[in-house]
T-cell receptor, first 115, second 112 residues
Framework: NAGVTQTPKFRILKIGQSMTLQCTQD?????MYWYRQDPGMGLKLIYY???????DKGEVPNGYNVSRSTTEDFPLRLELAAPSQTSVYFC??????????????FGAGSRLTVL | AQSVSQHNHHVILSEAASLELGCNYS??????LFWYVQYPGQHLQLLLK??????LVKGIKGFEAEFIKSKFSFNLRKPSVQWSDTAEYFC??????????FGTGTRLQVFP
């Protein structure tokens, strides 16, 4: 069982370039999330999805786009990379417990540097 | 706005010392509480969680946390830390299926 798989693990971009971070989960989770992690700032939610065809903004969505065409995949797109987007990006998915709470399973992360 | 505060940003301990990491949240009403751990170079893993019932929750690797509703707190404890506990620890909170909000994290360094 692979869990949550992210690619690539590392990437260096030039300012203004675009790229897509891929995220796939094989646990049939309805919920999927993208977080960015910056030193001393914890994790900030970029976008999330409660099911295929449904996405919503999190705390820091500017400069990013997402789509959710299937249950398994939740790619994150950077259209015009900026140095402020240098970060480690984590994809996560979750299932809804009987209490209504979600327990997140995280991917291994993608380290992005924009120069 | 809802927030989660972790007041200890960096904690340094010797092996066998006791650990307590603070976590306070600003939500009202019923909440779900989590502690996640991130070992160096790895992704976040669930350490323990509280949804309801006994406010003293036991997790993996000898960790436990106590939910004190009147203090809006969910502090993480371990009686005797090991070098392998060196990691970053994140508290997280949500209500029902709301978005999970993370604290800024506490870096723990344990020296032999």
């Amino acid at each position: 069982n692979a869990g949550v798989t992210q690619t690539p693990k590392f990437r260096i971009l030039k300012i203004g370039q675009s790229m897509t971070l891929q995220c796939t989960q094989d646990m049939n989770h309805n919920y999927m999330y993208w977080y960015r992690q910056d030193p001393g700032m914890g994790l900030k939610l970029i976008y999330y999805s409660v099911g295929a065809g449904i996405t919503d903004k999190g705390e820091v969505p500017n400069g990013y786009n997402v789509s959710r065409s299937t249950t398994e995949d939740f790619p994150l797109r950077l259209e015009l990379a900026a140095p402020s987007q240098t970060s480690v990006y984590f994809c996560a998915s979750s299932y809804q417990q009987s209490s209504g709470a979600n327990v997140l399973t995280f991917g291994a992360g993608s380290r992005l540097t924009v120069l | 706005a809802q927030s989660v505060s972790q007041h200890n940003h960096h904690v340094i301990l010797s092996e066998a010392a006791s650990l307590e990491l603070g976590c306070n949240y600003s939500y009202g009403g019923t909440v779900n509480l989590f502690w996640y751990v991130q070992y160096p170079g790895q992704h976040l893993q669930l350490l323990l969680k509280y949804f309801s019932g006994d406010p003293l929750v036991k997790g993996i690797k000898g960790f436990e946390a106590e939910f004190i509703k009147s203090k809006f707190s969910f502090n993480l404890r371990k009686p005797s830390v090991q070098w392998s506990d060196t990691a970053e620890y994140f508290c997280a909170v949500n209500r029902n299926t709301d978005k999970l909000i993370f604290g800024t994290g506490t870096r723990l360094q344990v020296f032999p």
